[in-house]
């Protein structure tokens, strides 16, 4: 006999996954991890925007696309398509400290997380 009760599992694959955005929302954590984290806990740019792209698709599922709002998938609309416009600036960067601190299109990036961090309802960092 199975369980009409939801799983753990089940409810975390139906649940929008907001914590892969948290990095990438973060300009304090992008400083901490990224400009001046030691070796141990350096976090690599490619790897946040993994994240948030990650965060994209998994929200693009049937399973979760059609219980968001309208806000919410506008807001994953944005940020995909900021991540296909602005992607580009990882590799035309040459230090960390200038794509966090200066560079515009990083600058869009985040702020293309903070909003569809703040339409999923999630703690938007600093």
């Known amino acids: 006999m199975t369980s009409a009760v939801p799983t753990s599992e089940g409810r975390a694959m139906t649940e929008p996954p907001v914590h892969l955005l948290e ?5 304090e954590e992008q400083r901490r991890y990224i400009v001046g984290a030691s070796t141990s806990e350096y976090l ?3 790897e946040i925007v993994n994240d948030a792209w990650h ?9 979760i696309y059609f219980s968001l709002t309208e806000e919410q998938r506008e807001a994953v ?6 991540i296909k416009a602005d992607g580009e600036c990882l590799e035309r960067c040459w230090s960390s400290e200038h794509l966090i601190e200066i560079d515009p299109a990083w600058a869009r990036l985040r702020q293309s997380a903070r909003d569809a961090l703040n339409a999923f309802g999630g703690a938007v960092p600093d």
């Open 55 to 63: 965060f994209c698709e998994r929200v693009e599922r049937q399973e």
């Open 44 to 46: 690599l740019p490619e």
């Open 23 to 27: 990095a990438l929302a973060s300009f």
């Open 77 to 82: 609309a944005r940020l995909k398509e900021a």
